[in-house]
């Protein structure tokens, strides 16, 4: 069953992806003269180290009274796209996560990133805020879905004419009762087109 459901939102995801790209996008994929950064739409695929989750759960849940905390941690996985131009960066995501202590969420967020730097190097730093809406689920009570909201640090590095890498750091809170926060390391290819 688990199989099934993580089948249909990979589908869906990809299915959404390909149905913006095919609409037409931002025109490009090149770097912008004198800044040394790109110009353009992408699609990209996301990974992520989720290093704490922490959710806790108190009420009524199967009959019974329930008073438990959880601190998980695992991979997710992903999908986003958007543009950037110049130091700016926008993007549409969607992440999935699950782990073998009863807890899974769907993410879909929109983020901003700046890069800082005026004249990058190999390595191109950024900051960015993150909000979107956060499906949170565990065993032991129903689900639960919120607002998410954070930031983010991190490096792009572009290894090809139309290829980047990026590594960064995520930090989430939300706003449902039973999850405080989100931490990751986030890893991401991104495609220009």
Not at 24 to 29: C, L, S, V
Not at 59 to 74: F, H, K, N, P, T
């Amino acid at each position: 069953m688990m199989e099934l459901t993580l089948i249909k939102r990979t589908l869906l995801a990809t299915l959404l992806s390909g149905g913006v790209l095919s609409a037409g996008g931002i025109d490009g994929g090149t770097v912008t003269s004198g800044t040394g950064y790109r110009t353009g739409g992408f699609i990209g695929l996301k990974g992520a180290m989720v290093f704490s989750i922490q959710s806790s759960i108190v009420g009524l849940g199967g009959g019974r009274y329930l008073d438990e905390s959880y601190d998980g941690s695992g991979g997710s996985f992903g999908v986003h796209l958007g543009g950037q131009e110049g130091q700016w960066r926008a993007t549409l995501g969607y992440e999935y996560f699950d782990n073998d202590d009863a807890q899974n969420f769907d993410l879909f967020s929109a983020e901003v990133d700046y890069f800082f730097l005026e004249n990058p190097g190999a390595f191109q730093p950024y900051i960015g805020l993150v909000g979107g809406y956060l499906n949170y689920e565990t065993t032991n009570a129903e689900d639960s879905g919120g607002f998410a909201y954070g930031a983010s640090a991190g490096v792009n590095i572009p290894v090809g004419e139309n290829i980047d890498l990026d590594l960064g750091l995520r930090y989430l809170f939300a706003t449902q009762d039973e999850v405080d926060h989100i931490g990751s390391v986030n890893f991401s290819i991104n495609y220009f087109y």
